[in-house]
């Protein structure tokens, strides 16, 4: 076996001191922005999922560098946020002492991995030179009215005591700890993530990603198409508007449904017969979670507002108006138009409560109606007045128009939740004067009192608060230091109270490939001129997981900060790749089953050329794979062999055409594969190669051997930078910047062919011919063959069909 520890060791230190894989920022020709998602310290060190993804990255980055481009590939730590937070309460650390100790672990496990990180930019999200311009955005954000604070029933964790935002919320349960989500009502910060769902919808055409992620974000924003009508009270000035993408079943809707949080109600609690009940209705809708209230198959449950009635606008008839949970205020309008006989919850809570059910839309076959009572299709109007005998999807904006609707296009995306009531985060740099909102002064006139902290004062740094856990009520850890939490108005200077709440760590991790060019930049929180050069990133890969929070969120702030004229892109990752994930023995790796991979273990026994070149090899990159200890002996060997082969066989003097054109083959192949991260099929064909090397050693040239190395590099670079400084001499350079090699289209083809021969239009056999020869000479070849020699006999073909280079015909 190589010896792979001493190997790895001296590159790894070789690398680092050389600089080898630290691009000129300022003056590179060819700039090539590699980046993969930086990893958040919250375990006990990095682990396999995390060493497949930088793998991945590193190997395209590797590749690009070989092909001439200056690649930048940097790394640093996401370490603030709830993650790191939870794991150090979790072992009884405070999270700033924590967060050095998980710097160093992690930090060590990367140079181990043997990726060409540009170390001179890392960064760490809790380093207040980093934080400082995170608070910047949150500032500038304010200032164009991005950032708002209003009272809102929110999504709150029980578990972790604090705010979520509805990406966070998985199924109903909170996405870090599955811990069941309720409501509550708080005053928390927004940013307007809703002013940019359009464009965020209508980019996502534009941009090369994995196709289910953009899937993942069109859903979650949600995009529809309808239209806004409203349905007068009887007997009031008052009206309920609804959104609905179905105008043409208008003269359908038998009820309403509003949600129990519908002004609508409190405004008319007095006209109500019933408040009684009513009021114990919302109390108990209050109590449930948004996951049980939208649940499908839940029983549906709800109360008529008995008193008041709304009116049809279509056809004038009162219909009564309903409260119920499984309409939600964050919705549309927060109001319903309920069509039994043509939406599926409609008539669930119909046939429950024996509200009329009048179909409207009927087909020439409606055995779908007459079945179940319910159909949801498109076809032709019925109980429609005016509008009977009409496609019905064609009349929807006719019945919108003669009802004084107006056509909308509604999205499903709420605004971002930023706000924390924890305290491993950064401060959000507010301060709240009460003397100026009791005058009515504010930095923007609708938020009298509150104002940005001052630029110049940045960071508000995160002062070490002993009893950091969290409280369980609407106040971060913060609220309790009054040294932190006092201070001046920065317009009036009177006694002020600084934001104690802490911004979410999807905020940190929205703006860190902006950082890293720049990193050495301290005026700013980049350099324009870098920025335009390295940005946007070519190549972004990492988790499907983060589909709608993390890729949703960065792509926001882009928009936001092109808007601001501070970037000139909207979309910072035009190339995204989604990885795969790992399994181990065909389950789900967990520390119940005790099968977590820790790389270290693989990388002492084995090697990290070992390991990386595994991990690549178990599937698709975007599909990931199964982790099998004895699948890794296999690769293992395999480099065994390149090794031995370089060392112990005497080299041709001049290249054998044979093993010339399957070598450039092999070039084409794994250059292909690699371009399109499709390692394990690139990794294969270098396996390949390698036998028929080994078949004929003495018909290989050093040149050859070299290029197979290079081709080798970017999935195991220790090694392959150990033989070619052997190969080459230690004045030759880095592999690693050396030219990936070309291939010669003309070798790619074969100078014989295969032409199939026909007798009478029936297979009987085939030949190999020089590529190109014409009739005569392939009609020569085919009546030499022994099988059709047997079949013609005496006779003579009366005819011969020729297609050059694939077929002849006899017919006799």
Known sequence: MYPFSKIEKKWQKKWFSSGVYEPDLQSAKHPFYTLMMFPYPSAEGLHVGNMYAFTGTDIYGRFKRMQGYDVFEPIGLDGFGIHSENYAIKIGRHPVDQAKTSEKKFYNQLHMIGNGFAWQEHLETYD???YRWTQWLFVQMFKKGLAYRKKQAVNWCPSCKTVLADEQVIAGECERCGSLVVKRELEQWFFRITDYAGRLND???????????????????????????KFPIVDSEESIEVFTTRPDTLFGATYMVIAPEHPFVEKNKSKLTNLLEVNKYLKEARDKSEAERIEEGGEKSGVELKGVQAINPANRKSVPIWVADYVLSGYGTGAIMAVPAHDERDLEFARKFKLPIVPVVTTKLNDEFNATGLYVGYGTLENSGQFNGMDSEKAKWEITKFVGGKKKTQYRLRDWLISRQRYWGPPIPMIHCDKCEQAGRGERKDMPGWYAVPEKDLPVKLPYV?????????????????????????????????????????????WYYLRYPSIKEKKHAWDAKLTK???????????????????????FLAMALNDMRLVDFEEPFPKFRAHGLIIKDGAKMSKSKGNVINPDDYIKNFGA???????????????????????IQGITRFLDRVWKFGS????????????????????????????????????????????????????????????????????????TEEIW????????????????????????????????????GKFRSTVSVSRGSGEKEVVKIALA????????????????????????NFVV
Request: charged share 25%.
């Open 725 to 760: 400084s052997k190969l080459h001499g230690p004045k030759a350079g880095s592999v690693h910047v050396a030219t990936w090699p070309k291939y010669d289209p003309k070798l790619l083809v074969d100078s014989s062919v295969t032409v199939i021969v026909q007798v009478n």
């Open 466 to 510: 002993k009893d950091f856990r969290p409280t369980g009520t609407d106040k971060s850890p913060l609220a309790s230091v009054e040294e932190f939490y006092r201070a001046r108005c920065p317009k009036c200077h009177a006694l002020a109270h600084r934001e104690t709440d802490v911004s979410d760590t999807f905020l940190d991790s929205a």
């Open 648 to 719: 112990k066989t005497k080299f041709a003097v001049k290249s054998q055409e044979g093993i010339e054109k399957e070598l450039h083959r092999t070039i084409k192949k794994v250059g292909d594969d690699i371009e399109n991260l499709a390692y394990n099929t690139a990794i294969a064909a270098l396996m390949v190669q390698l036998n028929k090397f080994e078949a004929d050693p003495g018909a290989v040239s050093k040149e050859q051997y070299a290029a197979f190395i290079e081709l080798l590099a970017p999935f195991a670079p220790h090694l």
């Open 128 to 130: 207040p030179e980093y």
């Open 533 to 555: 050069k390295w940005l946007p990133v070519n190549i972004y890969i990492g988790g499907a997981e983060h589909a709608v929070l993390h890729l949703l969120y960065v792509r």
């Open 609 to 631: 050329d070992a390991l990386r070149m595994y991990l690549m090899f178990i599937g698709p990159f975007e599909d990931g794979g199964d982790f099998r200890d004895s699948g």
């Open 203 to 229: 980019n996502l055409s534009k941009i090369d990603w994995s196709e289910k992620v953009k899937i993942a974000q069109r859903n979650w924003i949600g995009k529809s198409e309808g239209a806004l009508i």
């Open 785 to 808: 063959d022994p099988k059709i020699k047997q079949i013609m006999g005496s006779r003579y073909a009366k005819k011969v069909v020729f297609v050059k280079d694939r077929l002849v």
